[in-house]
């Protein structure tokens, strides 16, 4: 025969009573009229086996983690945009009629939309002045190679690329700002044209209003990555 040990309490010691087999010591928790209703109660209590304890200080140092992790991203972006804008303030402090290599055989076709993008966007000083006084330090030899790329097809198709370009706006953009302002290229390369005129004092520039141009097909894929510099998909 099994003999199962009933845990008393110091009441029932004291009085000298015996618990009986229907009744449960407190010392079990909760007071239960019977041991069955014990039984059944801790039977059916959820168990999680797959469940571990957790440091008290775990959701704290996470919060804490996720504090610092926040700050660090928020610096970064911030300095990321600095260098971004360090870096823009810089390459439009180097635009200058020099970046064009219209002194030369071979002109840089986007970094001359970009400086005509840079003159349209001058606030201090008319585009006319800025040109002219860009050209001042420039030598005859150089005035004559740029005037003779303008001249000659080069110019004739860059010229025609602009205005094509300006149609091609027109058609497709509702907004008038930038359609206003992808007129200002054309006017701004023939404003090029005559200070380089003027420069040369009667030096012979006269060119067509350039190519002409109805088709996307008749651009070279540098002119179409040029435009892009001024902001226009063609």
Request: charge should be positive; proline fraction near 6%.
């Amino acid at each position: 025969m099994e003999y199962i040990m009933m845990p008393v309490d110091s009441f029932s010691v004291q009085s000298g009573k015996w618990p009986s087999p229907h009744e449960l010591p407190s010392s079990f928790g909760p007071p239960y009229r019977t041991f069955a209703e014990w039984v059944y109660q801790v039977k059916n209590e959820p168990v999680d086996f797959d469940s571990k304890p957790k440091p008290p200080c775990e959701s704290s140092a996470k919060r804490t983690l996720m504090a610092v992790l926040r700050k660090l991203s928020g610096v970064f972006q911030r300095k990321q945009s600095s260098q971004v804008s360090s870096q823009g303030k810089k390459a439009n402090s180097q635009l200058d009629i020099s970046s064009t290599s219209l002194m030369t055989k071979t002109p840089n076709t986007a970094n001359l939309f970009r400086y005509l993008d840079y003159l349209a966007k001058e606030k201090n000083i008319g585009c006319v002045e800025l040109i002219t006084k860009e050209l001042v330090g420039q030598s005859s030899s150089n005035c004559i190679q740029m005037m003779n790329n303008l001249k000659e097809w080069y110019g004739q198709h860059i010229l025609g690329v602009l205005n094509f370009a300006v149609e091609q706006v027109a058609q497709a953009e509702e907004d008038p700002l930038k359609l206003s302002n992808a007129s200002k290229y054309p006017v701004l390369l023939k404003e090029l044209r005559r200070a380089l005129q003027e420069k040369l004092e009667g030096y012979d520039g006269q060119i067509s209003n350039g190519e002409s141009i109805r088709f996307r097909y008749q651009l070279a894929p540098q002119d179409i990555e040029a435009l892009s510099n001024l902001n226009i998909k063609i």
